[in-house]
């Protein structure tokens, strides 16, 4: 079946600490997108990327890392420059120019211990 | 202004009900809406688009989208307990924005039986 597969589904950072957060799909979307939801909060736009080795800031990049090697694959890293990345992370794709919407994978979630 | 707003709610409705959710967009130039709903702890899950003014009716579920008032809503009609959720609106926001949709905060539904 085709989708989004994010892993790992929680974990947990110390302090000073990068860790990457991985999304992979099978769906053959061009598109692929980070977003960050707090709790209570809606979504807000980390990064995002419309082709392979070519990526854009969105709202909240700060202390936050991506590439886009493969068409399939959009790691995030949470990078010990962004002060309060406790939160739910989400990575979803979508064909070029989102007509039909974004199709999400099931989430990370990041805790600061 | 934010660019896509909703009341956050909650909104209690009975069981069986009508359930009316709304959303104002910022963009006249949008083009495209969604709307998605995220059960608490997973990821959101699209459950209608709409382009065109008008309705667009799927099963209990019907997007309403007037462009002239900037205004889209989600009915769902005979209310169950399974609906309780968060619904999010997002809009595409324009061609100056072409590749990506903006999430509003979301409006928290319950179904009371």
């Known amino acids: 079946d085709g989708g989004i597969t994010q892993s790992p589904k929680y974990l947990f950072r110390k302090e000073g600490q990068n860790v990457t957060l991985s999304c992979e799909q099978n769906l053959n979307h061009d598109a692929m997108y980070w977003y960050r939801q707090d709790p209570g909060q809606g979504l807000r736009l980390i990064y995002y990327s419309q082709i392979v080795n070519d990526f854009q800031k969105g709202d909240i990049a700060e202390g936050y890392s991506v590439s886009r090697e493969k068409k399939e694959s959009f790691p995030l890293t949470v990078t010990s420059a962004q002060k309060n990345p406790t939160a739910f992370y989400l990575c979803?794709?979508?064909?070029?120019?989102?007509?039909?919407?974004?199709?999400f994978g099931s989430g990370t979630r990041l805790t600061v211990v | 202004q934010k660019e896509v707003e909703q009341n956050s709610g909650p909104l209690s409705v009975p069981e069986g009900a009508i359930a009316s959710l709304n959303c104002t967009y910022s963009d006249r130039g949008s083009q495209s809406f969604f709307w998605y709903r995220q059960y608490s702890g997973k990821s959101p899950e699209l459950i209608m688009f709409?382009?065109?003014?008008g309705d667009k009716e799927d099963g209990r579920f019907t997007a309403q989208l007037n462009k002239a008032s900037q205004y889209v809503s989600l009915l769902i009609r005979d209310s169950q307990p399974s609906d309780s959720a968060t619904y999010l609106c997002a809009v595409n926001p324009g061609y100056s924005s072409a590749s990506k949709i903006i999430f509003g905060s979301g409006t928290r539904l319950s179904i009371r039986p």
């Open positions: 709409i382009y065109s003014n």
């Open positions: 979803a794709s979508s064909i070029a120019g989102v007509r039909y919407g974004y199709t």
